[in-house]
């Protein structure tokens, strides 16, 4: 299965975005051990795991390109693709309920959330090992196609949370009297309403070299503003800040 100059392409993006999601994610988790505040690790977290429904398929480019082969398995991609998504489900979920909500109801949505995604994992695996094919098809190196309805309903679910509790959390941050709360809160305003688009264009209209460029162009200025609207660098703070007085 050669690549073609679109696979290419397409890998390339896929790389970056996840090359650029995981390095934020990482510096989020990493100023945790500097401030001791759990909400980085959560954060973090959820930076890189909601990305991970690229990971299969990039990191099968990579193999593809460097072994002249048709990349990873279908079941490898499809395990690396999904298994680490409801993971950032679940830390956003406990991030937003922890910053937002009263304690009772956190905690009746946090093991709302977990339960879906145990159940989750059980029919997923299960689909997975019984027939890969009723889970997806592999198109080429860097492309697959969904054939589960259960998938899709599991993604549009995921996409449905994550922009409801996220423009809920921005309206609310954007209440804040700090200024740089106010900022924060718009600028995730636009993360989680972006992430969403990108994600919903890239995974299920037909690509040219074109749309793929704005697809991912999408997807990658959403996880820039994702690591703005939690931790706002103070060259940018000071920029903003500054042009709001004036």
Same mark, same amino acid.
């Given at each position: 299965m050669s690549l073609s100059p679109l696979d290419i392409l397409n890998g390339t993006l896929g790389v970056s975005?996840?090359?650029?999601s995981i390095a934020l994610g990482l510096s989020l988790l990493i100023k945790y051990f500097q401030n001791k505040n759990k909400n980085f690790i959560l954060t973090g977290l959820t930076l890189? !795991?909601?990305?991970? #429904?690229?990971?299969?398929?990039? %990191?099968?480019f990579v193999v593809a390109i460097f072994f002249q082969n048709d990349g990873l398995p279908l079941v490898a991609i499809m395990l690396l693709n999904? %298994?680490?998504?409801?993971?950032?489900?679940?830390?956003? &979920?406990?991030f937003f309920t922890d910053i937002i909500l009263l304690k009772y109801r956190g905690k009746l949505i946090i093991g709302t959330t977990i339960a879906f995604t145990a159940f989750f994992y059980i029919a997923f695996l299960t689909m997975l090992f019984i027939d890969v094919s009723? &889970?997806?098809?592999?198109?080429?190196? &860097?492309?697959?196609? #969904? =054939?589960?309805? !259960?998938? =899709?309903? !599991?993604?549009?679910?995921? &996409?449905?949370? %994550?922009?409801?509790? #996220?423009v809920k959390f921005a309206w609310e941050t954007m209440k804040f009297e700090d200024p740089e709360m106010k900022i924060k809160g718009k600028i995730l305003m636009g993360a989680f309403p972006l992430f969403a688009i990108g994600g919903i264009l890239d995974s299920s209209l037909p690509s040219n070299e074109i749309t793929l460029i704005i697809f991912r162009g999408i997807l990658i200025t959403s996880v820039i503003l994702f690591y703005f609207g939690f931790f706002l660098p103070n060259w940018l703070k000071n920029q903003l800040i500054e042009k709001k007085v004036e």
């Open positions: 975005f996840c090359t650029l890189i !795991f909601m990305t991970s #429904g690229w990971f299969g398929t990039s %990191l099968s999904f %298994l680490p998504l409801p993971i950032s489900l679940i830390s956003w &979920v406990i009723l &889970v997806s098809e592999k198109i080429s190196p &860097v492309d697959t196609k #969904g =054939n589960s309805w !259960f998938l =899709n309903s !599991f993604i549009f679910i995921y &996409v449905a949370i %994550l922009i409801i509790t #996220g």
